[in-house]
């Protein structure tokens, strides 16, 4: 029987319970793809995302929700580079992950003790407001805006939170493109408690219903504020029961992603 190094760590988060959930794994070599689905299908959690070393300070890194493989994914690489450095001995200032799809990726350790992502920016461009996605939110949003995924702005957070969408149908609606298939909806409004933006992820395409702190929306986020504010955006992703504070900054074509990891479990996979 093999063992594989296994942790479960809540990401975007500064305690247990907090932000959303990634299993990392880190592998020898890499596993077939439909071992790989069904250990992550077996964890039931986001995504379990699986490293291999390439070098002192890189390593590649794949991740997989329960159903899927997908492109990027923003919480699952904080994860990872947090048990770089907490339990995997890494002592660097900087980590590389080479991704498939997604080109190099960067984390950095910031002197508060939060960790910096360094994410390509993604392009938005506004859209007419499709029916059936309304229809599917049970709400109608005031603006439209594509890239990667389908983004609805709402005019206050109270109506983001509020939002109790049909999943079923959002999983056949909204944006294909950079890898990503239908049925991925971010929502926003730029209003919060204490914060800029407060939004919502929904990924029925993805096999998640709703997905509780998400980097790859919050990169499309940094994108649709930069605009309209300067310097670091404070976010607020209102999942509810957890919630996760992210805060985003676009610089030129890269967005800068900083939060904190607590891990939850450690053990070994047995496979």
Known sequence: MAQIPFAQI???????FEGNQACVMPLEAWLPDDV??????ENNVAETAYITAEGPARWKLRWFTPAVEVPLCGHATLATAHWLWAHGGFEGDKITFETVKSGELYVSRLPDGRL???????????????????????????????GPFYAAIFETA?????????????????????GWERGNFGCLAVDGDGVDVTSRFFAPGSGIEEDPATGSWHCMVAAIMASRKQG?????????????HIEVEKRADRVKLRGRCVTVIEGAFNL
């Open 116 to 146: 910096e992502m360094d994410f390509p920016a993604p392009e938005v461009f506004p859209m007419e407001i499709d029916e059936a996605v309304v229809e599917a939110l049970g709400a109608r949003p005031v603006e439209v805006l594509g």
């Open 158 to 178: 109270a109506q983001v939170k509020a939002l109790n969408p049909n999943h079923s149908a959002l999983a056949h609606l909204g944006m294909t493109g950079d």
């Open 10 to 16: 809540d990401a975007f988060a500064s305690q247990p």
């Open 232 to 244: 670091p955006i404070q976010c607020y992703q209102a999942y509810p029961g957890r919630g996760a």
């Open 36 to 41: 790989l689905q069904a250990i992550a299908a």
